[in-house]
């Protein structure tokens, strides 16, 4: 909001200057964006009259002016194509000062010229550079041009946050500055208008909570054609706002100075009655500027019997406005419930002054005060006759609110000791009414313009505003801190994304929606949940799995010439169950391309299967209990059915790994495989505490056994049944070859496995070693129908 410092300094006139003003402001919370000076910097300009004006004999552009300001007449040829007799200039004298330039007797194409008449832009005081500033026809010769405008003034524009609705008005400021300096706030009369006609105009509030108050008066026999005077002209310019016609320059005046958004209608042009009403889906209406709308149902509207009139509290139809043939006018002035204002002069492309301030929410006391004021100003300007005023109002109307304050809070919350006497000083100058008083504190009635103010929070905040923030007591916090423990049977997501980083993984994030399409094809069991409200079309569904978005980041780096990517994303996956939603933490990680980094050392070899497991392994080992998970065979409709496997721990299910379904991979346009995985996060983030088992200091045994089996039998039932008979004494096993091939049954394979015997206390004895493999061999043979190689 721009504002003028000498409108504002007629209402409060503290003993400061105009940079301590600012400052006030500022660190009261209304943060001023900037401060300019009305005009530029000159002098010697005074107010002059041309009394004589004739052709330049040699030039077609300029005229030889006799103008009236000093002690005689002085000479000025002059190339303004408005300048004629009879009208009030800015004239500068020889000697002035200007912003640019200094002026000097000078000689134009053989005449003589002692001074200058300006222009706005030449002053630095105006934008039209159209020829001379025509003044005021009252305004006195001879005086200092600067003193008769006021131009020593200042503009200060100040940025106020969407909650200070209240200081949208000179009114606003001038009631802040009062509070900051103890300073007095002399507001202007604003009288009763005593009618002087019967005449009114029935209202109809028909928009429940949107629409509480309406106030109008019916006002007859004006003459638009007077224009507004000097002054009031002057402060609308200065606040940002053109001058139109006595009747809109008044509603504008008001809605700077009190904060009250008003409209005046052409009552010629109303038809039976003013219904407050919402638009008809649809209902055509051309506002002020010419635009025409076609109006939403969620639109209030000012209505008469036949069509919409305005949109309320955005702008005015053209249809019933006031015009230069307005002889009768109706006035009005209402509140609007914020929320059924806001949004709705952006959803027709509109942001008026009315709408800024009806969004944010007017005082619901000061209609009556308006029309009051609009009416006395509009009866000195255009004359006619003044109507009862009539005021329309509904239980919805807002109730005068109370807040408690409790001195201890002022304490904890501002770290300072403030008197009972100052506390109830400066909340009183700021409007709040002491209703009670207590040991423990105070209970206030909060006014109608402070919306802002609804807890015991928003006193305290007033507390500070006005005692200084910069006064107040500083101190470090100081609050018991206990050391949180990290127990070690607990792993954290930060050591799982490093360990999946230091294999080359990047983590990604994405949506926690995804395309309903996408989802049929990885979960077409499921169905996901539906989003009532979606972003888009293809982000419709609460994903059941990490696994597609993932798939759809790696084809958004196949599309950028990334061909080797590895990525991995922790996030919530969503999947309806009997018993409700069930959300659950997952781990997903996906590969694609070659193995290694493009090198001269490294062969171009394309990832499978047991390089996705091996990194899905490690996650495992950082648990510290490996042994406790599992990989069977599984079947998957994303996944490849022979490359499938799900991860258990304790044999509780608890993710999958596997190729992408080659035709499902075909269906998306990739052209390799691709190796996802998806596990629950709480199978990997609760960890075996080690434990500390002394070194054995004897040799170590190894033996070597090949036999031939199944090929459908698995490594993991292979090697569980090898321990089960091998005894204690076995630390380490491991699977070193298998071969399928010349010299065995199509319908078998050779494993090839290496045991490792060690006691803790003795050499183990080749009898020891040699019944522990013959009770494996015999086990094998029995079970499986095994053979030695």
């Not at 003044?135 to 010769?141: C, E, G, T, Y």
């Not at 002399?186 to 109809?204: L, R």
């Not at 005046?253 to 003013?274: C, K, S, T, W």
Request: net charge negative; proline share 5%; with cysteine.
């Amino acid at each position: 909001m721009k504002i003028s410092e000498s409108w504002l300094r007629e209402w409060v006139n503290p003993e400061i200057g105009t940079d301590e003003l600012v400052a006030q402001l500022t660190m009261a919370g209304l943060e001023v964006d900037a401060v300019e000076s009305v005009a530029g910097d000159f002098s010697g300009v005074i107010v002059g009259e041309i009394v004589g004006c004739e052709q330049h004999p040699d030039a077609d552009k300029l005229r030889v002016c006799q103008v009236a300001g000093l002690e005689g007449l002085s000479q000025v040829v002059c190339g303004a194509p408005n300048a004629r007799v009879g009208i009030k200039i800015p004239f500068a004298t020889i000697g002035a000062k200007l912003p640019e330039f200094e002026i000097k007797k000078a000689k134009l194409r053989g005449i003589e010229s002692f001074g200058m008449l300006c222009g706005q832009t030449e002053l630095k005081a105006g934008d039209d550079d159209s020829g001379v500033w025509e003044l005021p026809a009252d305004a006195p010769v001879g005086v200092n041009l600067r003193e008769y405008l006021n131009l020593d003034d200042k503009l200060i524009e100040v940025d106020l946050t969407p909650n200070r609705s209240d200081c949208l008005s000179v009114k606003g400021i001038a009631r802040e500055v009062g509070v900051l300096n103890r300073a007095p706030v002399t507001a202007p009369a604003i009288p009763a208008v005593s009618a002087t006609i019967d005449d009114t105009f029935p209202v109809h509030l028909e928009a429940g909570y949107a629409c509480s108050r309406y106030a109008g008066r019916v006002i007859r026999n004006i003459d638009i054609s007077r224009p507004s005077p000097a002054w009031l002209q002057d402060k609308l310019v200065r606040s940002g706002l053109r001058s139109i016609d006595a009747v809109v320059d008044v509603t504008n005046y008001v809605l700077l100075e009190l904060g009250q958004p008003m409209h005046a209608f052409d009552l010629a042009r109303l038809n039976g009655a003013i219904h407050v009403r919402l638009a008809h889906q649809g209902e055509s209406l051309v506002l002020l500027d010419g635009q025409e709308v076609k109006l939403n149902a969620d639109t209030m509207v000012i209505a008469d019997k036949s069509a919409a009139l305005a949109i309320a509290g955005v702008m005015g139809g053209k249809a019933s406005a006031v015009s230069e043939t307005t002889r009768d006018i109706f006035l009005e002035s209402a509140f609007f419930n914020p929320l059924a204002i806001a949004g709705r002069a952006r959803s027709y492309g509109l942001h008026t002054d009315s709408s800024h301030r009806f969004e944010r929410g007017v005082d619901y006391e000061l209609q009556v005060d308006a029309i009051e004021r609009a009416t006395q100003l509009l009866l000195e300007i255009v004359g006619g006759d003044a109507g009862p005023l009539i005021c329309a109002s509904n239980e919805h109307l807002p109730q005068t609110r109370e807040v408690t304050l409790r001195k201890a809070r002022i304490l904890s919350g501002l770290s300072l000791e403030m008197a009972d006497e100052e506390v109830v000083d400066i909340l009183s100058r700021l409007g709040m009414k002491l209703k009670s008083q207590s040991a423990e504190g105070w209970t206030f009635n909060i006014p109608s313009y402070r919306f802002d103010i609804s807890i015991e929070a928003d006193l305290l905040e007033e507390l500070a505003r006005v005692y200084g923030y910069n006064r107040l007591p500083t101190r470090s916090l100081a609050a018991p801190m206990d050391i949180e423990a990290h127990p070690e049977a607990k792993i954290g997501l930060p050591a799982l994304r490093k360990q999946l980083i230091a294999r080359g993984y990047q983590e990604a994030i994405t949506y926690s929606f995804i395309e309903p399409k996408l989802s049929a094809l990885f979960d077409p069991a499921i169905v996901p949940v539906t989003l009532r409200n979606p972003i888009s079309a293809d982000m419709a569904v609460m994903r059941t799995s990490l696994m597609p978005g993932l798939v759809t980041v790696l084809r958004n780096n196949l599309n950028r010439q990334q061909n080797r990517v590895r990525l991995f994303e922790s996030g919530l996956r969503f999947v309806p169950a009997a018993d409700g939603l069930r959300q659950e933490s997952m781990l997903a990680g996906l590969i694609y391309g070659n193995r290694s980094p493009e090198s001269w050392a490294n062969a171009a070899e394309l990832v499978d299967f047991f390089d996705l497991k091996g990194d899905v392994e490690s996650l495992l080992a950082l648990t510290g209990d490996q042994q406790a998970f599992e990989f069977r065979p599984e079947a998957q409709v994303a996944l490849h059915p022979g490359q499938t496997a799900g991860i258990y721990r304790d044999g509780e299910w608890q993710g999958v790994i596997g190729a992408l379904h080659p035709s499902l991979q075909q269906q998306l346009d990739l052209p390799q495989a691709v190796y996802l995985f998806e596990i629950r996060l709480s199978a990997l983030l609760s960890a075996r505490i080690p434990t500390f088992a002394s070194l054995s200091r004897f040799p170590e045994v190894r033996r070597d056994l090949a036999v031939l089996v199944d090929r459908a039998l698995s490594a993991e039932v292979l090697l569980t049944a090898v321990k089960s008979q091998a005894g204690e004494q076995l630390i380490d096993l491991k699977i070193f070859d298998v071969y399928m091939g010349k010299g065995i049954d199509p319908h078998r394979k050779s494993v090839a496995m290496g045991l490792t015997f060690q006691h803790p206390s003795r050499t183990l004895n080749e009898d020891e070693i040699n019944a522990s493999i013959d009770s494996i061999v015999r086990y094998l043979e029995v079970n499986f129908s095994a053979t030695l190689r």
